[in-house]
């Protein structure tokens, strides 16, 4: 890793970059997978604070592209044209028409996003928006054309001292990692849905969206929040295979997260209910209201947390 740790300061500007390039395992080319990003984030700080930060990342590696694939080779991507058109790494012939050459091919799961966060300390309040591509864009045109094609966002919203009251919080959430509809007529990325990388995960660690691929998610919460109690009911809506399957999975859960300190120790008591339907994803051959696939999990956590060294 290349970069800073802490943000660095300059009067009110503020600015974090970072690059990284690793290899996942202990292989050799074709096996061997990498992981290479570049993020970035700048800031202003002022009574409204304004954030602006992008990040471009890849997983490269681990099958046969017809040519060795080295760290070295990783460590390049993030420094590559947007637009397939524009991109001179890797080669396919056009064996359909020979006259025409040779066209782009990239075959590697790469993300890249852009996001905006807006706070005013003053009011309380955070608002945060963040959209992202699969990065395998063919051209320019692709873009203007289609621009909903391999893209997902989220916005969310953070909200202290609610009802002019300090310790209420509210909080909104909404994640959209629906397939693009655009799929029945060409070929659509899935985020973290790659079988050769993983689903996205190091060692079982999952790093993509927790939704998961061609999902949406909706996050509520509303309570008090204060540096003695904290009280705070939540609401969590998840849909898998939106546009894949006819009726998708879906989960909801039912969260209390409550917390009381007592000096400098937390004791916390979490309870979770979460119902489940269509798991699986259930056949054609039901209503789109008939309810299959049903679980339902009761969650209770205990925890004590005690900060040792700060």
Known sequence: MVGTIRELRWRKLGFNIRYTISQLDELVSPDAVFFTALTGLFSYHSSTEISI???????????????PWKMEDAAQLILEDLFLIDKNYYY?????????????????????????????PTVGANVYFEIATGDHRASRGDLLTQPDHNSVAMFGMRKYGFFDHNDLVFVFEYSRLIKSYSHIFRASGVFGAYDYYDYSSYEGRRWAAHSGADSDDLLLMFGYLSNKWVFLPGFNYERHGVVSYRIPEVKMEFRLDTRYKYKDIWFNLYYEYQHEQHLGFTNDNVYIDEATGLRFTNTIMLGIEKIIYF
């Not at 471009?56 to 040519?67: A, E, H, M, T, V």
């Not at 396919?92 to 706070?119: E, K, R, Y």
């Open 92 to 120: 396919v012939q056009n064996l359909d028409a020979p006259d025409q050459g040779l066209w782009n091919w990239d075959p590697w799961d790469q993300v890249l996003s852009g996001f905006v966060s807006i706070s005013i």
């Open 53 to 67: 930060g992008f990040s471009r990342n890849y997983l490269s590696g681990g099958f046969d592209i017809g040519i």
